[in-house]
């Protein structure tokens, strides 16, 4: 079975701190993403990489940077977080074989608080 | 721009009830529609895949079919249990991309 780990489940941080979440995945998928999510507005993209050191920008990208420097590993940086930023972060990934008809593999979810 | 509604926002059922939930899409021109479940605090499980060619994809007790000239796609769920209870989400992969738009889901109560 595909395994997406989120380092954290629960975090919460202070106003302007720099943030990293990281999601770890075992499949050896090509593709990584990274949602939050909003009671009313479902999932919404933020950062999404199909390779190493490649990214591309979802929905709603500002506030947050991403690092791919690992095929297994993407982080999610807030580089000064808000207290709208406050939300549930869901981490997914999926492989390139087999082209877009691959299920997205998602994490647990880390439940970000900031104060 | 792609809108994906779910209908009813939430929903309660005696068990053994057959049930649908309902998925709407804005634009056809779509790669697939995923099913997903989601239970509370826990990440999203993959349940169905239908690709854009086909009409519907079964999986033990759940069937999902999808039309995409009207935009439309339903999850069945036969002879619900108490177990079944969970967040239910449509997510359309839009052509030409790994772009995928997701509705806000479905909350499914299945009362024993």
């Known amino acids: 079975d595909v395994k997406v780990t989120q380092s954290s489940r629960y975090l919460v941080k202070r106003t302007g701190e720099k943030v990293f979440l990281e999601c770890v995945q075992d499949?050896?998928?090509?593709?990584m993403f990274w949602y939050r999510q909003d009671p009313g507005l479902g999932l919404r993209l933020i950062y999404f990489s199909y390779d190493v050191k490649m990214k591309e920008k979802g929905d709603i990208p500002e506030g947050y940077s991403v690092s791919r420097e690992k095929k297994e590993r993407f982080s999610l940086i807030l580089e000064s977080a808000s207290t709208n930023q406050t939300s549930m972060y869901l981490c997914?990934?999926?492989?390139?074989?087999?082209?877009?008809?691959?299920?997205?593999?998602f994490g647990d979810g880390t439940r970000l608080s900031i104060l | 721009k792609q809108e994906v509604t779910q209908i009813p926002a939430a929903l309660s059922v005696p068990e053994g009830e057959n049930l649908v939930l309902n998925c709407s899409f804005t634009d056809s021109a779509i790669y697939n529609l995923q099913w997903f479940r989601q239970d509370p605090g826990k990440g999203l499980t993959s349940l169905l895949l239908i690709q854009s060619s086909q009409r519907e994809q079964t999986s033990g007790r759940l069937n999902a079919s999808l039309d995409k000239s009207s935009g439309r796609s339903t999850l069945y769920i036969a002879a619900s249990q108490p177990g079944d209870s969970a967040t239910y989400l449509c997510a359309v992969r839009l052509s030409g991309g790994f772009k995928t738009i997701f509705g806000a889901g479905t909350r499914l109560f299945v009362k024993a």
């Open positions: 499949m050896d998928h090509e593709n």
């Open positions: 997914a990934s999926s492989p390139i074989w087999g082209g877009l008809n691959q299920p997205q593999h």
